[in-house]
C-alpha cells in the first residue's frame, strides 16, 4: 500500500496542535484572506483553526486537500522562528 498525501499532511499538521499559525486562503476573485489563530484540533478529513479575537468567526475548518492544492497556506508561528507547512512527496 502506498503513502496517502492527505494522511501525511494530517500527520504532519499533528505535530503543531495548539501552536499560533497564520493562514493565507483564496477568498476568489483575487482576493486572499489572511488570519492568525491557534492549530486547534485535527480530523481524519479537516483541522480547525481558532481564530483570535478580532475575528468576526471564532473558528474555521479547511481540508488537507487545501493545503495539498496550496489554496491554503499555514505558516506555523514557534517562537522565533516560522515554519511554512506544505507537502512535498
Same mark, same amino acid.
Given at each position: 500500500? =502506498?503513502?496517502?498525501? &492527505?494522511?501525511?499532511?494530517?500527520? &504532519?499538521?499533528?505535530?503543531?496542535?495548539? /501552536?499560533?499559525?497564520?493562514?493565507?486562503?483564496? =477568498? =476568489?476573485? #483575487?482576493?486572499?484572506?489572511?488570519?492568525?489563530?491557534?492549530? @486547534? @484540533?485535527?480530523?481524519?478529513?479537516?483541522?480547525?483553526?481558532?481564530?483570535?479575537? /478580532?475575528?468576526?468567526?471564532? #473558528?474555521?475548518?479547511?481540508?488537507?486537500?487545501?493545503? &495539498?492544492?496550496?489554496?491554503?497556506?499555514?505558516?506555523?508561528?514557534?517562537?522565533?522562528?516560522?515554519?511554512?507547512?506544505?507537502?512535498?512527496?
Amino acid at each position: 500500500m =502506498g503513502r496517502n498525501a &492527505l494522511t501525511d499532511i494530517k500527520h &504532519l499538521l499533528e505535530g503543531y496542535v495548539g /501552536q499560533r499559525i497564520m493562514l493565507k486562503a483564496n =477568498g =476568489g476573485r #483575487r482576493k486572499t484572506i489572511e488570519r492568525s489563530g491557534v492549530l @486547534e @484540533e485535527t480530523y481524519p478529513s479537516v483541522f480547525i483553526v481558532k481564530l483570535d479575537e /478580532q475575528e468576526p468567526f471564532k #473558528r474555521v475548518s479547511y481540508s488537507y486537500a487545501d493545503i &495539498l492544492t496550496e489554496t491554503v497556506e499555514l505558516t506555523v508561528l514557534t517562537g522565533k522562528e516560522s515554519v511554512r507547512i506544505t507537502y512535498a512527496p
